[in-house]
């Protein structure tokens, strides 16, 4: 499915997710590529915004993915895609070299700004969660999420997407209590901007700077 724009894609989810509205429901971005449509959506449902904020560590067994991330708190998240047993056998030969990526990793985080600055985690509790990503190919962020809301008591966690594939669109399933889609699409080797006719208008800087600001919009 394609979009004339982000934003026109969280207009069409919002419809999807009318129940949401007014219920003080937060949409977890999964991606800063995708905060325009989480905003628009976000509008609509007149919901708070999460950035999900981590920085990735490459293989050194294999530099075509990601061994897994780092999140703000300094948590090493495996890559799903990559079993323990696999993780063991590459951290058995690259001990060193993982760990001082991870390190690098962490450093880097806390060298950028923090895209949530007057969140409180704590607003997890009791809420409905909507993890969201405009267009999602690897199930990677949702594990990164799902990973820190274990130490929270959401009432609720839904998937939400625009274009999703189909393997990631299984670990939604099974790893929240519903899913809500535009589309379901085949493996597909193209970006995320190959569904938007119109690139994005804003800087990721002034797109943080709304998403922190949403309230603002349906106040």
């Known amino acids: 499915m394609f979009y004339p724009n982000r934003q026109a894609l969280g207009d069409q989810l919002a419809v999807k997710l009318t129940e949401y509205k007014d219920t003080d429901s937060i949409i977890f971005c999964l991606k800063k590529s995708s905060l325009l449509s989480c905003i628009e959506l976000a509008a609509h449902l007149h919901a708070y915004i999460y950035i999900l904020q981590y920085s990735e560590i490459a293989d050194p067994f294999d530099i075509t993915r990601n061994l897994g991330a780092v999140t703000n708190k300094g948590e090493f998240v495996l890559n799903p895609e990559i079993s323990q047993s696999e993780f063991e056998y590459i951290n058995s030969d690259f001990m060193s070299v993982i760990e ?3 390190r690098e990793a962490f450093s880097k985080i806390n060298a950028e700004a923090d895209p949530n600055p007057n969140f409180d985690p704590h607003a997890f509790n009791n809420r409905n969660i909507l993890l969201f990503a405009d267009i999602l190919m690897t199930s990677f962020q949702i594990q990164i999420a799902l990973n820190m809301l274990k130490a929270y008591s959401p009432t609720k966690i839904t998937g939400t997407c625009g274009n999703i594939t189909a393997p990631i669109s299984d670990k939604f399933n099974i790893e929240t209590d519903g899913c809500t889609y535009m589309d379901i699409l085949p493996n597909t080797f ?30």
């Not at 193209?190 to 938007?196: G, T």
């Open 100 to 102: 001082e990526r991870k």
């Open 190 to 219: 193209f970006d995320d901007d190959h569904y938007f006719d119109q690139p994005d208008t804003y800087t990721e800087e002034q797109k943080i700077s709304m998403a922190n600001n949403i309230s603002l919009y349906w106040a």
